[in-house]
């Protein structure tokens, strides 16, 4: 159960920063009767956090902190990255490689052994 609530939490992070990134985008081209879109990302993004900071409380009561965190993280760049993939197309070799090297690390602290 501890697992899915890290995903979940950490799935909720990465949305909390893409809601965020898309206010920033929002607010920067306004059009008409947009205005109210940035508040509306950047209140979601709130709700995000707070959902996911509820989930990892919860799932700290089960899970190693050495495990958890890591994973919770993992997940949140996930989530970023695919964001960033899918939609803004700037996803460089050097990213991927990055990504790569923090999941071989994430992997190499959580594995039980």
Same mark, same amino acid.
């Given at each position: 159960?501890?697992?899915?609530? @890290?995903?979940?939490?950490?799935?909720?992070?990465?949305?909390a920063s893409v809601l965020l990134r898309l206010a920033a985008l929002r607010a920067a081209t306004p059009?008409?009767?947009?205005?109210?879109?940035?508040?509306?990302?950047?209140?979601?993004?709130?709700?995000?956090?707070?959902?996911?900071?509820? @989930?990892?409380?919860?799932? @700290?009561?089960?899970?190693?902190?050495?495990?958890a965190y890591p994973l919770m993280v993992a997940v949140s760049i996930l989530v970023v990255l695919a964001?960033?993939?899918?939609?803004?197309?700037? @996803?460089?070799?050097?990213?991927?490689?990055?990504?790569?090297?923090?999941?071989?690390?994430?992997?190499?602290?959580?594995?039980?052994?």
């Open positions: 159960m501890s697992l899915i609530t @890290l995903i979940a939490s950490g799935t909720l992070s990465g949305l059009s008409a009767g947009g205005e109210w879109m940035p508040f509306l990302f950047r209140a979601g993004a709130m709700g995000s956090y707070g959902v996911g900071f509820v @989930l990892y409380a919860l799932a @700290l009561r089960k899970a190693n902190l050495g495990v964001f960033t993939a899918l939609h803004e197309q700037v @996803l460089r070799p050097t990213q991927i490689v990055g990504a790569a090297v923090i999941f071989i690390g994430v992997w190499l602290v959580t594995r039980q052994v």
